[in-house]
């Protein structure tokens, strides 16, 4: 979902908008517990074990739902350690001393001679997947999006918790509607007879209706980009691509994709070749083909946890690569992307045809053999 506000506008709404939505979820609960549960369930109907029940699970999903949304703003989207510029030198002046500047990755993107992309903001070189976050105003690994609603950037480091956000509120606001309509369905003769029904009742069905439609897309929306590795910055990407190949479909002037520059090095030819392809390829490089691979990525490699608040991946100390050179796996750490086996074999089969702009090579590459 691509919610277009503009937000650097009216800076205000990062505040409203999450107290809005945090006070709704208050409310519904209150509405929930006190006027359906307490009152009804309990004081009219003598359903006892049901209303309790009732009471103790909307109570403990409220505090996990609480909670996780602490542990989102505490933790924060993460950020891309400081990288240093690559040093790029012709073919003809390879040199076997130690390296200089940072060993750049096996794969970078790039632009047509094979200079990284670069964060003037950050002053330093964006990873694979990282994107500059005007809000946070850092660099931010695999950035997700800016979550208007819980009032913070969603990035590699907070993603899980996000997801299962999504989760432990579908359960909740399902639970909320659906035991309201119930309630109504039985007893709502009873109440229009006696002429004494509870309009926080309606507004609980109507609410908790709405969000959970809302909740429950995001949560499958979700699920679906990440089985395919894909972040929603990326499934905008990819769609942006689709409009933009069906408007110049009939216009040869124009290329039928936008492309994008990858600097691959291949340890077999022990050279550093410069390859076009399209920013959709580009972005289906990261599939694993597996959605369980996929998933781990995101969501930490046991999947008996993924439910649980607990952090996706152990994170480890990022080095910043100004205070000592460091090949960029290092200064990287767990920010690091993997490509699939598959994008590697493409990128080779483009190299054996030919398919390539040039060939260079970048200070330290010859560490990157073994
Ligand atoms: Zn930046």
Same mark, same amino acid.
């Given at each position: 979902m691509n919610w277009n506000w503009d937000l650097n506008k009216y800076p205000q709404l990062r505040c409203v908008v999450p107290t809005v939505? /945090?006070?709704l979820m208050v409310y519904g609960?209150?509405?929930? %517990? +006190?006027k359906l549960c307490v009152k009804q369930l309990l !004081?009219? +109907?003598? +359903?006892? #074990? #049901?209303g309790i029940a009732l009471i103790v699970v909307q109570s403990v999903l409220f505090a996990v739902i609480s909670f996780i949304w602490a542990q989102i703003l505490v933790v924060g989207p993460g950020r891309q350690p400081h990288i240093a510029p690559f040093e790029l030198v012709s073919t003809n002046t390879t040199s076997e001393t130690q390296p200089t500047s940072t060993v750049p990755a096996k794969l970078y993107q790039c632009d047509s001679n094979g200079y990284p992309r670069w964060c003037s903001n950050c002053e330093g070189l964006k990873s694979l997947r990282s994107h500059h976050s005007s809000v946070a105003n850092y660099c931010i690994?695999?950035?997700? +999006?800016y979550c208007i609603w819980l009032g913070t950037t969603i990035g590699k480091d907070n993603y899980k918790q996000f997801v299962i956000f999504l989760f432990y509120?579908? $359960? @909740? /606001?399902g639970i909320m509607w659906i035991s309201a309509i119930v309630c109504y369905l039985k007893y709502g003769r009873h109440y229009q007879e006696q002429n004494n029904f509870? !309009?926080?009742? $309606?507004?609980?069905?109507? =609410? !908790? #209706?709405?969000?959970? /439609? /809302? $909740?429950?897309? =995001?949560?499958l929306a979700h699920i679906s980009y990440m089985v395919r590795n894909l972040t929603s910055l990326e499934v905008i990407m990819l769609n942006n691509n689709k409009k933009f190949k069906k408007k110049h479909r009939k216009n040869s002037e124009f290329p039928t994709e936008r492309t994008v520059f990858l600097s691959f090095w291949d340890e077999d030819r022990n050279e550093r070749y410069i390859i076009e392809v399209t920013s959709t390829e580009f972005i289906k490089c990261f599939d694993k083909k597996s959605y369980l691979k996929n998933c781990q990525e995101f969501m930490g490699q046991n999947p008996l946890l993924w439910l649980f608040p607990v952090a996706a991946y152990k994170r480890t100390q990022a080095? @910043? @690569?100004?205070?000592?050179?460091?090949?960029?796996?290092? %200064?990287? !750490?767990?920010?690091?992307e993997t490509v699939s086996k598959n994008a590697i074999v493409f990128l080779k089969g483009k190299i054996s045809r030919g398919e390539y702009l040039t060939t260079l090579d970048a200070h330290g590459d010859k560490f990157l053999s073994n």
């Open positions: 939505f /945090f006070c609960t209150w509405a929930f %517990i +006190h !004081g009219r +109907h003598n +359903h006892h #074990a #049901a690994p695999r950035f997700d +999006h509120c579908t $359960v @909740s /606001f509870d !309009g926080n009742l $309606v507004t609980l069905v109507i =609410l !908790g #209706a709405m969000g959970w /439609f /809302f $909740v429950a897309g =995001l949560l080095a @910043s @690569s100004l205070e000592k050179q460091y090949d960029l796996d290092t %200064i990287l !750490g767990t920010y690091n």
